[in-house]
């Protein structure tokens, strides 16, 4: 688009969606095939093998409709991914209430998670039916055939997709990992299994889905980010690319910086408020200290990426886990959930802080 070029929009997301295409049924073949694995060492035998095969067909539409949620972001019509979303998660919640009223009163576990992953399945179905229409009408109407060229797209698309998914891959083995092992760990400093989960559960479902409510706003903006700043990169616009990262990190701690006080001023409050439960309120306050490290964290990776940076975002999350993991398994043995505060801590700044140091180098550059 930066460059006029309709004929290279249209090739390289038919390409793209071809890729995820590909992608995504190979993911599903995969998860499915191991089915029994999953089933056994990473839930316990405490479900069915059904929902593995529920996620398994939902993968190629989620696969897809990521890269048209990315076209209709990069052409500035991002309004329609909204209402997407939108009715995916009306579609969600309406369908897991009616499922759920069946299975909730019987204290069925399988039944419960079916109902969830159900809910999910048919939401990203609807989700995937309104993409599909809208890409179709849109490139239609707002992209011609100029500029023909033999360039398939291709190789640019793969420079991007292997090194990031790569990583991505990696990350999510390190992600899971790191989940798997903070209840085991937990329990190793003396909590019983209910405890330990109880004490995680706490923490990750409760308090920081608060702590990082503010940041919806950021993570919608950071979205915007990446293609207005790519169209700078490859225009070699360093003047802008410069102006407006040093407003963006300005606004975005100085915003972080009011949430920080308000949740340690409000925290108690606002677990009362929407929990009836004081003892959230002490880890709401514990983590709004490390707010402004998170939000503008949040912002300088959508800027990094604009820069074709994504790549050293991706090593640097990794290098995070890998902290974070470390942390988790020496530490939180020895001071139960202290340590995995102490690992959140640990994570978050190092993340920050590389993350930071990079945009700087890019910047000075």
Do not use: W
Not at 168 to 176: A, D, E, N
Not at 288 to 294: E, R, V
């Amino acid at each position: 688009m930066a460059f006029g070029n309709d004929y290279g929009v249209k090739k390289s997301i038919k390409k793209c969606i071809l890729v995820s295409l590909i992608f995504g049924v190979l993911a599903g073949i995969i998860f499915s095939l191991c089915s029994d694995f999953i089933i056994r060492v990473c839930l316990h035998n405490k479900v069915g093998k059904d929902i593995i095969y529920l996620i398994s067909i939902a993968l190629p539409m989620i696969s897809i409709s990521s890269s048209i949620s990315g076209y209709f972001t990069a052409v500035r019509r991002v309004y329609k991914s909204v209402i997407a979303n939108f009715l995916e998660y009306i579609a969600k919640i309406i369908v897991t209430i009616v499922l759920l009223k069946k299975y909730v009163f019987l204290c069925n576990v399988e039944g419960i998670c079916f109902a969830l992953i159900l809910g999910d399945v048919l939401s990203e179905v609807c989700s995937f039916t309104y993409n599909i229409f809208v890409f179709v009408f849109d490139i239609n109407i707002h992209f011609g055939n100029n500029f023909k060229n033999r360039n398939s797209y291709l190789y640019r698309i793969f420079r991007i997709l292997m090194p990031i998914s790569l990583t991505s891959y990696i990350r999510s083995g390190l992600s899971t990992l790191k989940q798997m092992i903070i209840p085991s760990s937990l329990e190793k400093n003396g909590s019983n299994c209910e405890k330990a989960l109880a004490d995680y559960g706490t923490i990750t479902g409760m308090a920081m889905p608060i702590v990082m409510f503010p940041a919806t706003c950021l993570y919608a903006i950071s979205g915007l980010l990446i293609p207005e700043f790519s169209r700078y990169f490859v225009k070699k616009d360093y003047i802008k690319i410069k102006k407006y990262s040093r407003k963006l990190l300005l606004g975005t701690f100085l915003f972080a910086v009011f949430f920080s006080l308000i949740f340690i001023l409000l925290g108690d409050f606002l677990a009362i408020t929407i929990y009836k439960d004081i003892s959230i309120g002490i880890y709401i306050k514990i983590f709004a200290p490390l707010i402004p490290f998170m939000y503008v964290d949040i912002i300088i990776d959508s800027i990094l990426k604009g820069l074709d940076a994504q790549v050293s975002v991706l090593f640097i999350n990794i290098l995070d886990l890998l902290v974070s993991i470390s942390f988790i398994f020496f530490f939180v043995p020895k001071f139960g959930i202290i340590g995995f505060i102490m690992s959140i801590y640990t994570s978050e700044i190092l993340n920050f802080g590389l993350s930071l140091k990079k945009l700087f180098q890019i910047l000075s550059s």
